[in-house]
């Protein structure tokens, strides 16, 4: 049995004539009618029932037409892929955290992608080092460092709040281009649940702690609603990105928080890179963009 024999085969059975699929095929009626008896004398049974307006399927024909189908398209799946270059094209599955800022995404992979095809998964820090783990991610970009995996500091956000445009607070704050910890002495800040941040969120409330603030902190899961959920939990501002503030607080301002934590270390978010410890060369050259220094 080969493929010229299968074709032959699906052809005769669209169009239930001899003649008509040989015509199809560009082939004579006999050659094409040899083709099926020698099919059917190595299938072992009839394949076609003859009539007088052509031919129609027994079951052992239907049978073979079902998988015989099916393998001509995998076939051709084959072929197409093949004469496209997509065989040559590498996968990378990156993962990336809530909030990290697409146009310093988009900088570092709009020229690393030429041979690759990316796919960005947006998931938290700790299930991005299980499906790294699991080798369902190439590279993991995360909140905090892996002990297990090879690590690199990719880029850091800065931390601030964001107010409701037009509350007194709002105006509390006009005309400064930043705030600082004492600010936020009784207020009912709304900081994100999700574990990659929580590591900041503890850090901030220990340096608030040590410079003698006191605030209420109220943790919620930020998303499209976190606005609503601001106002339903009665916050005051709310502790994020400038990038997550644009996605999740429309209409409210958000305004960078300056000094150090308890550490002394800048208030920032950090991501890092993750990775398997033998990547592979295609590997090694998206890793060299996303670990390239941002720009000043």
Avoid: C
Wanted: net charge negative.
């Amino acid at each position: 049995m080969n493929l010229e024999q299968l074709k032959s085969f699906v052809e005769v059975a669209r169009h239930g004539q001899i003649f008509r699929a040989a015509e199809e095929l560009h082939i004579s009626q006999p050659t094409l009618s040899r083709q099926m008896s020698a099919l059917e004398a190595e299938i072992g049974a009839p394949l076609l029932e003859r009539h007088s307006r052509g031919v129609h399927l027994t079951r052992a024909g239907e049978a073979l037409h079902e998988e015989a189908v099916e393998l001509l398209a995998r076939m051709q799946s084959v072929i197409d892929e093949i004469g496209s270059g997509e065989h040559l094209i590498t996968s990378i599955n990156i993962g990336v955290p809530p909030g990290l800022p697409s146009s310093w995404l988009r900088d570092r992979l709009s020229t690393a992608t030429d041979n690759f095809r990316i796919t960005l998964i947006e998931a938290p820090t700790d299930e991005q080092l299980s499906l790294l783990k699991q080798k369902e991610l190439d590279i993991a970009l995360t909140r905090r460092q892996s002990e297990a995996f090879p690590t690199h500091l990719v880029h850091q956000q800065r931390l601030g709040i964001v107010v409701r445009s037009g509350s007194p607070l709002h105006e509390a704050f006009a005309g400064r281009d930043s705030a600082t910890l004492v600010d936020m002495e009784g207020l009912r800040v709304l900081a994100h649940s999700r574990g990659e941040v929580r590591v900041q969120e503890e850090i901030l409330k220990n340096a608030m702690l040590s410079a003698g603030v006191s605030a209420t902190w109220i943790f919620r899961k930020f998303g499209s609603y976190s606005a609503l959920i601001a106002d339903l939990v009665h916050a005051d501002v709310a502790l994020t990105t400038q990038a997550s503030a644009q996605l999740n607080f429309t209409g409210w301002e958000w305004i960078p928080l300056e000094g150090e934590d308890a550490s002394g270390n800048d208030l920032v978010v950090r991501t890092w890179a993750t990775w398997n410890p033998t990547p592979s060369p295609e590997l090694l050259a998206v890793l060299q963009r996303l670990t390239e220094p941002d720009s000043p």
